[in-house]
């Protein structure tokens, strides 16, 4: 899939409903199967040699899905067995028309029939799943695994939530998942991503025009959801033009600021500021000597740097300490309303009081960048990490950016988009921290909220995963000349 191609995802519900205004349109429910199940062969076909393959049927439309694969192959030659859950009596609708185009046998489901078989198609149950795996099928499902055969899921693998990623019980894991239209939000959540294996979206004739009657708010994050409002520098524009970040240093951890206000300069911001203690301060210029510095003690004093409006952005959190000043330093940059990016102590801070918080923040553009222990301690909030994410918005009115290997970043207006490229590197000491500063430098040049807290993941993410193994913080900035210019050729800015 193109970089910027296709990147709404689907909850199951809009999926049904794209499946219900194509057939509105006058594509049958039939062909849709017979298109969806020959994709998924044709896929099969194109990755490996004819071998003895189980193709494992369940009750519903995943399982004919699963006969028409069955009817592809065999018709191409290869050795099919095809197995049931549940009897053939039990389908209905398009399965059971599919189902009776079937002319091998029908075997009915055992962990056993897996045995000799050298691919496995799992057409059990589809991205619609709600309940535990149990019985025949939960026995077989983890059968697969065992087997080390190649596993190739149609939809999502048996067991995964489509909305949720979740692992309901069990879950199959997958070499290939084969799926249709549009990706699910199970696909790039954790643990349903590393289930899917390789993930492709097939064609099946359903019109892109669906997507108007939808109108879905999440989206896989890529350069196609931000790269019109990314902020390039102006042939005409000047420092002061590029904005002018303010980061807040601390006392005994220096390096977080450091790291951040090093990817705020590489991101593009025209200015950056490290405000700190003066005992602080000579700290933060040995390694950066167009750094800038300012002394502050008290949120007064820090209130009077921030009298200059042209400081328009700050970040607070990595290394500030969790305190009452962190706290206070908080609420002076939110009453004076700067662009505001709240990470690490700064969160943590508020953990008991975050009703001050949230009405500070209320009508300040602000991103909160917790990873999952800052977010419950700042929260309490249960359920998948979509849905946490996108309540936190709502409920603190900020960008909410959870962190993780399938980061989260969800808006107040309900937009929401999920991270697929962070590689496992980028668990590194600091990465939190470039991150953080990496936003502060979008936001500055006059990026909007959702869309710099976005395009800060993804640059993060498209450095690690260029870079390989053997990362740390300091060579994430180092890394953005290199990918900027990438960026600007793939979005094929003039």
């Known amino acids: 899939m193109s970089e910027l191609g296709k990147p709404e995802l689907l909850t199951v519900d809009q999926m049904y409903a794209a499946d219900a205004v194509a057939v509105a349109s006058g594509v049958t429910g039939e062909a849709l199967m017979e298109a969806a199940g020959l994709k998924v062969a044709i896929e099969i076909r194109a990755r490996w040699a004819s071998r003895p393959v189980a193709v494992l049927c369940g009750p519903g439309n995943n399982g004919g899905d699963g006969f028409v694969v069955a009817r592809h192959l065999a018709g191409a030659g290869w050795p099919v067995s095809l197995y049931l859950l ?94 249709f239209f549009r990706r699910k939000p199970g696909h790039l959540l954790m643990p349903g991503r590393e289930r899917a294996g390789s993930v492709v979206v097939a064609d099946i004739g359903i019109p892109e025009t669906v997507l108007e009657e939808i109108a879905p708010d999440l989206r896989s994050n890529n350069p196609g959801v931000w790269g019109d409002s990314f902020p390039w520098p102006s042939a005409g524009g000047h420092k002061y033009t590029r904005g002018h970040g303010v ?131 700042l929260f309490r909030m249960t359920g998948d990490k979509l849905t946490r994410a996108r309540r936190a918005a709502e409920v603190s009115g900020s ?19 999920i991270n697929e490229n962070a590689p496992p590197t980028l668990a590194t000491a600091g990465a939190g921290d470039v991150l953080a500063g990496t936003i502060l430098g979008l936001l500055v040049q006059g990026m909007p909220v959702f869309e710099a807290a976005c395009a800060a993941v993804w640059l993060n993410g498209d450095v690690a995963t260029s870079f390989g193994y053997g990362l740390i913080a300091e060579d994430l900035p180092a890394g953005f000349p290199t990918a900027l210019s990438n960026l600007r050729e793939m979005l094929k800015v003039n």
């Open 86 to 179: 549940g009897g053939r009596e039990a389908l209905i609708g398009d399965a059971a028309l599919h189902a009776g185009r079937w002319t091998g046998d029908i075997h009915p489901l055992s962990p056993d029939a897996l045995d000799g078989s050298e691919l496995i198609v799992d057409a059990l149950f589809g991205a619609g799943l709600a309940r535990p795996l149990e019985g025949l099928a939960l026995e077989t499902v983890n059968r697969i695994s065992e087997t080390g055969a190649p596993c190739v899921a149609i939809d999502v693998p048996s067991g995964v939530n489509g909305d949720t990623g979740m692992v309901l019980g069990a879950a199959a894991r997958a070499e290939l998942t084969v799926t």
């Open 247 to 377: 980061i807040v240093g601390g006392m005994s951890m220096g390096g977080a600021a450091r790291l951040g206000s090093l990817a705020a300069r590489r991101s593009g911001a025209g200015l950056v500021t490290v405000a700190a203690s003066p005992e602080a301060l000579g700290d933060y210029t040995a390694d950066q000597p167009g750094l800038l510095t300012l002394p502050f003690r008290t949120a007064e004093e820090f209130g009077e740097i921030l009298d200059d409006e042209r400081k328009n952005g700050v970040l607070i959190g990595p290394g500030s300490g969790v305190s009452r000043s962190t706290q206070d330093v908080v609420l002076s940059a939110a009453r004076r309303g700067r662009s505001l990016v709240l990470d690490a102590d700064a969160l943590t801070s508020f953990q008991t009081e975050t009703d001050a918080l949230f009405t500070a923040i209320a009508d300040v553009p602000c991103v909160l960048t917790p990873h999952e222990g800052e977010f419950s301690r």
């Open 399 to 417: 960008v909410v950016l959870l962190k993780g290997a399938d980061t989260v970043i969800a808006s107040p207006d309900g937009r929401a988009a």
